[in-house]
């Protein structure tokens, strides 16, 4: 729904900068035990079935093998291969465990409201242009992911739902609010999956996902007294 600009991920500066914070990562006091990444929870054995041939360096008899150029990107560039894949390598990690729930989230039909509204568009894009905000400007990857993950911008994230998307097309059976609840729903069932997927000795852990879901995830390990929260400028600066 959102377009944000482009990145080319596989450029070597931004290669380099992987590399750079996965060795932050492991530099840090306490190394994760687990990875959890936003790949589907039901195709765990396909994750990982990808991420043995990454570690045999054949990752990429399979990525030549899709045809469908967008999901050849997905496969190729997305942050659970280029950034999970590579950490978990360096941990000597076995397998990653995937949290994600596709519960259908229909924003285009969101989004065709707000277009056809100019108070509403204005609106849009103004909270738009706040969560990003010239993150991706930045040139060093690092600065990106702290840029992104800032509280301010995680609450801004948290909010679109609550001041714009939530009151949304009331006479269309409280659409916006009955999307927002999906949203809630779909990242409750992806805690869930982290709760769930929780090994008997692990101590620490790392999970790779979108600013949306971190700006929820946070107020939920908040509100758990299982874990302790560890923010990303521990790490990264």
Not at 26 to 46: C, G, L, M, T, W
Not at 119 to 129: G, P, S, V
Request: glycine share 2%; charged share 30%.
């Amino acid at each position: 729904m959102i377009k944000s600009k482009e990145r080319n991920i596989l450029s070597k500066e931004s290669q380099q900068d992987l590399d750079k914070i996965v060795e932050k990562i492991y530099a840090y006091n306490y190394r994760p035990d687990q990875i959890f990444v936003e790949s589907s929870f039901n195709k765990k054995k396909q994750l990982n079935t990808n991420y043995q041939s990454y570690l045999k360096n054949k990752y990429h008899e399979f990525t030549d093998t899709i045809k469908n150029a967008r999901m050849k990107r997905y496969y190729t560039e997305c942050e659970t291969f280029q950034l999970a894949f590579r950490l978990a390598k360096k941990l000597n990690h076995q397998e990653l465990f995937p949290i994600d729930s596709m519960i259908e989230m229909r924003f285009d039909i969101l989004l065709k409201e707000v277009n056809s509204n100019p108070e509403l568009k204005k609106k849009f894009d103004e909270i738009n242009k706040s969560l990003s905000d010239n993150c991706l400007d930045e040139k060093d990857l690092s600065k990106v992911f702290l840029c992104l993950n800032q509280k301010s911008k995680l609450d801004n994230n948290l909010g679109f739902y609550f001041s714009f998307a939530n009151k949304i097309m009331i006479g269309n059976d409280y659409f916006g609010a009955r999307l927002v609840t999906d949203w809630y729903k779909r990242n409750l069932v992806m805690y869930s999956n982290i709760q769930n997927q929780l090994k008997p000795d692990t101590k620490t852990i790392f999970i790779l996902v979108g600013t949306g879901h971190a700006a929820i995830f946070r107020t939920f390990f908040e509100m758990d007294k299982s874990f302790e929260l560890v923010d990303l400028t521990k790490i990264l600066n």
